[in-house]
């Protein structure tokens, strides 16, 4: 039965289009369409009034103006209804003085965790695991996280990612472990004998043919 019901589990994949939802916020209606044209961070936490899940938003809140920097808005999601949301925003303001600046999805029905694959049998049966999506402007799917029910996330890492990628887009490269901006990023491996023969006279930060660094 287990096996029956893990492989019913489904789960977005990477470069592909994000699974789309119109649902109830704290801010009102809200749909991946909303946010045609600018980057989404969508994470899910297990209940409100939890510690762990507390320190994250406080994270994130602490967090949000950096990633609109980045023209990148938040969007959180737990299976709880909007007055817990409320509550627990308002308990947060009060407790810890931060003002949770973004929508929080109520999802009772699970139809959104479901449809990113934040309901995972053996971990979560009736609540979201700690699962965070970085979606692009044109709404595909660039980067998944999943986190267990026992530990909270590094929101810096998160910021750092969303600048990656951005990074990676503009400019046709990749980028190192744990890439920072103003660091020197990646050149793509050459694809033909020829380019590979003539990377190491390119005027790149050269190591070998398969791995030189250029700056921005």
């Known amino acids: 039965m287990t096996n029956e019901i893990q492989n019913t589990v489904t789960f977005p994949q990477l470069n592909s289009p994000a699974p789309d939802f119109n649902a109830k916020t704290t801010h009102g209606q809200r749909s991946l369409a909303d946010y045609k044209g600018k980057w989404l961070v969508l994470f899910s936490h297990p209940a409100d009034f939890t510690p762990v899940c507390t ?6 809140a602490n967090a949000a ?3 609109a920097e980045m023209n990148t808005e938040l ?3 737990s299976i709880d209804s909007i007055h817990s949301h409320i509550a627990w925003v308002r308990n947060i303001k009060e407790k810890f003085g931060v003002t949770i600046p973004f929508p929080i999805i109520a999802d009772l ?16 049966d009736t609540s979201a695991v700690r699962a965070t ?15 267990p029910m ?13 600048d990656a990628l951005q990074v990676s887009d503009e400019n046709s490269c990749a980028t190192p472990e744990n890439w920072k901006r103003g660091e020197e990023v990646i050149v793509p491996p050459p694809h033909t ?4 023969n003539a990377r190491e006279d390119q005027g790149h930060n050269y190591v070998d043919w398969y791995f030189s660094k250029r700056a921005l």
């Not at 320190?55 to 994130?60: A, H, L, M, S, V």
């Not at 004998?193 to 590979?196: C, G, K």
Request: proline letters at 3%; zero cysteines; a negative charge.
């Open 65 to 67: 103006e950096r990633f």
């Open 193 to 196: 004998v020829d380019d590979a």
């Open 55 to 60: 320190t994250e938003f406080i994270g994130f």
């Open 150 to 162: 026992s530990n909270g996330r590094a929101v810096n890492e998160f910021v750092r990612l969303v």
């Open 109 to 124: 029905s699970m139809e959104v965790a479901k449809s990113y694959g934040m309901v995972q049998p053996g971990a979560s």
């Open 75 to 77: 969007l959180g999601l």
């Open 133 to 147: 999506f970085i979606i692009d402007p044109q709404g595909i799917m660039r980067a998944m996280v999943y986190y």
